[in-house]
């Protein structure tokens, strides 16, 4: 069951707590934009998503196409996570 959030914990300024927290992940750093990172991911994901739909094609082993479709289903999850990041401007 979901928790509606108390009274108490709505009135409660948590940005000074955000911006510290923030403060402290600057050095290492956390909010640096990394576009290359994403496209050798993005490139490997697709090859990788590629290459489990040829194998699906080509083989008639009804376990071993499971096996192919699990491995794709994870690298589209993947695909999606890069998504997410786009949609929150964290490549470029």
Do not use: Q
């Not at 994403?38 to 096996?67: D, E, I, P, Q």
């Not at 996570?81 to 786009?86: S, T, Y």
């Amino acid at each position: 069951m979901i928790r509606v959030a108390g009274e108490e914990y709505l009135k409660t300024d948590r940005t000074a707590l955000f911006t510290e927290l923030t403060e402290c992940l600057k050095p290492y750093g956390c909010f640096e934009k990394t576009p290359n990172f994403y496209l050798k991911r993005f490139a490997w994901y697709v090859l990788v998503h590629v290459a489990m739909l040829t194998l699906v094609g080509l083989t008639s082993n009804a376990a071993l196409c499971v096996l192919f479709i699990s491995v794709d289903a994870v690298f589209i999850l993947r695909l999606g996570f890069i998504g997410h990041d786009l949609a929150h401007g964290a490549v470029a």
